[in-house]
């Protein structure tokens, strides 16, 4: 006889201990302390029939090839993932835009450009999406603000 290998049993959100849920340890501890997966799990706030949450964050981020693999997903592809659907791929997409735009946005307001790390802090979380090797060009004022 063939012995039928069974996926290991994962927690759903409601039976883990409160101090254990990603919310929970996001408030208490902030978000640094919350893997790529707690992080994902938040957005996506439930699983589908037969797959928590929790397997369906580890399972997209292992498909996609991680965070920038997630990131270089157009929304259709998104969307289109078992689970995932128009208005998880929404929030998805949207976190990682928030992001994108906070990291090129200075103290002032306008990004200002003292070194080539300054270029890379502006552009390069969006040209690491980048599936083709683009040229980018940043003109500066006389105060090297972009």
Known sequence: MHEVEQAPYRLMIREMQPDERPRERLRSGGPAGLSNSELLVILLNTGIKGESVTTMAQRLLHDCGGLTGLMRMEFVELAGVRGVGESKASKVK?????????????????????????????????????????????????????
């Not at 200075?106 to 083709?132: C, F, H, N, T, W």
């Open 94 to 146: 949207a976190a990682f835009e928030l992001g994108r735009q906070l990291a090129a946005i200075s103290e002032q307001g306008k990004p200002r450009i003292e070194s080539p790390e300054d270029v890379v802090q502006l552009l390069g979380i969006e040209m690491a999406a980048l599936e083709q090797e683009q040229l980018r060009v940043v003109l500066l004022d006389t105060k090297n603000h972009v």
